[in-house]
């Protein structure tokens, strides 16, 4: 079993940034997926960002540009998400997931509790 905990929310002015970070309980070595993805009120849950185990990024149209994902080369358990140039329309609670394809005996996907996102003047 793997716990994911996010941390890093809170309120900033549009325009501002914001650094997430997520927190694996363990350092997974195989294969896997390793994302941020948010949900707004009224609105179901969508991507941000990921990240293969290969280092293959992607993100979603409404982020790029804005936002980088990134393995920490120092603590291969966790997870950045840096956030520049907020808009009032990123405000949503921003939750980290990891997907393990392998190995097999961790193989789930694994969701944190949430963080908020406040972008507001």
């Known amino acids: 079993q793997v716990q994911v905990v996010e941390s890093g929310g809170g309120l900033v002015q549009p325009g501002g940034s914001l650094r997430l970070s997520c927190a694996a309980s363990?350092?997974?070595?195989?294969?896997?997926?390793m994302g941020w993805y948010r949900q707004a009120p009224g609105k179901q849950r969508e991507l941000v960002a990921t990240?293969?185990?290969?280092?293959?990024?992607?993100y979603a149209d409404s982020v790029k540009g804005r936002f980088t994902i990134s393995r920490d080369n120092a603590a291969l358990n966790t997870l950045p998400l840096q956030m520049n140039s907020l808009k009032p329309e990123d405000t949503a609670v921003y939750y980290c997931?990891?997907?393990?394809?392998?190995?097999?005996?961790?193989?789930?996907?694994?969701w944190g509790q949430g963080t908020q996102v406040t972008v507001s003047s």
């Open positions: 363990r350092i997974i070595f195989g294969l896997y997926v």
């Open positions: 990240v293969t185990s290969g280092g293959i990024t992607n």
């Open positions: 997931n990891i997907d393990i394809k392998a190995p097999r005996d961790l193989a789930g996907d694994y």
